[in-house]
């Protein structure tokens, strides 16, 4: 039996990938952002050929002009003959990063409810949500809690409400999003779900179980001439790890393949010759702040650090930080390649994103950007609908 989904806010296509790899056919598909729906016509529609119906673009693509009913008789479903909806609406209202009440009264907040009216036309037998950790923060809860209402009250069970991180499924990204996954009522007394799925990998402590997976696996080989200062800049210092283990660790790391020179996503920000001068003063695995006083930003002196990832290198053994839409900009988080004076790629945010090299981003490099940091990673979304599938069955 094919399991249907449809993607609402679907991006740039994170949660349709994972439910293609999962198996499941997913039929119809909601995004306004026109560079993200551009890439999501020529990966999956134009490339694969996928018979999906694509509501795109900055009008028709607009959420609130799709009609749910409408939407349901142009796909010639019944109401509870959809399996799965899918989507993460537009998070920047329940943004982390926002202070006090910023956000509260965002309109975006309101597309939350928007994906529910989509749930209720279509009676699914499950449905899951994506959406940043600030959901769950107090001046969003009448957004939550409506949301939660009325699904209840639509006769679905909330068997989940809470933070997953990327990492603890095989990401190599510390990434933690809010999941919420409702399943209709007739459908759980057959098959009494309970999720998340158990986690697949952990932090490295037993040799038992396998590790976080860590940010050199979408690099290429880290060269051996820079080991001793792996450990000078970092370990030595940072750590309880003696030289022979440091070595041993760094010799052991994954790797990937180099990215090819002709990726259409092997672009990087180009840097100011001031910028270059920062990152040759940033060690390996260094932040900001090892940089040195010469380089700490005007924003930042006094009693306010700021974000000390900025102008950070990423560190090689560990999860990646959050992959976000400025990944492109090392000004925007720890976005500085591990071992060059440059940020890092977007083919190597979209690995760390777990996008497969065939995957390409269309538009600008700030929409491309925009793009990955917003996308489900594609490998926990296979998890999480594997898992929900094999019990919807």
Known sequence: MTIKAID?????????????????????????????????YQNFIFREKCKIDLRAGPVDGDINNVDPKKLRNSLNLKQNELDLILGGPPCQGFST????????????????????????????KAFLVENVSGLLWKRHQVFLDKFIDLAESADYVIKFKDILNAKDYGVPQNRKRVFILG???????????T?????????????????????????EKIPEELYDKYWEHYFKNKTKWTYERTIKALASLPFG?????????????????????????????GSREDAGEKHQLKCHSGDYKGHKDVYGRLMIHLPSNTITTGCNNPSKGRFVHPWLNHGITLRHAARLQ??????????????????????????LGKILIDYICSRLK
């Open 354 to 379: 777990t996008f497969c090299d065939s995957f390409n981003f269309t538009g600008s490099t700030s929409e491309m950007a925009r793009q990955i940091g917003n996308a489900v990673p594609p490998l």
């Open 257 to 285: 393949k180099p990215v090819k020179k002709n990726d259409p996503c092997n672009i990087h920000m180009q840097p100011s010759p001031q910028m270059i001068k920062r990152f040759i003063d940033t060690p390996l695995n």
């Open 97 to 124: 990063h926002r202070i006090k009440n910023a956000g509260v009264n965002d309109p975006r907040n309101q597309l939350l409810l928007r994906y529910f009216e989509f749930v209720n036309e279509f009676k699914p």
């Open 8 to 40: 609402l806010f679907a991006g740039a296509g994170g949660f349709t990938c994972a439910a293609h790899d999962a198996g499941v056919r997913v039929i119809a598909a909601i995004e306004s952002d026109q560079a993200a729906s551009n890439t999501y």
């Open 195 to 219: 999720f998340p799925p158990n986690p697949t990998h952990f932090a490295p402590i037993s040799s038992e179980k396998p590790y976080w997976r860590t940010v050199s696996g979408v690099f």
């Open 183 to 193: 399943v209709r009522k007739d459908v759980d007394k057959k098959c009494d779900m």
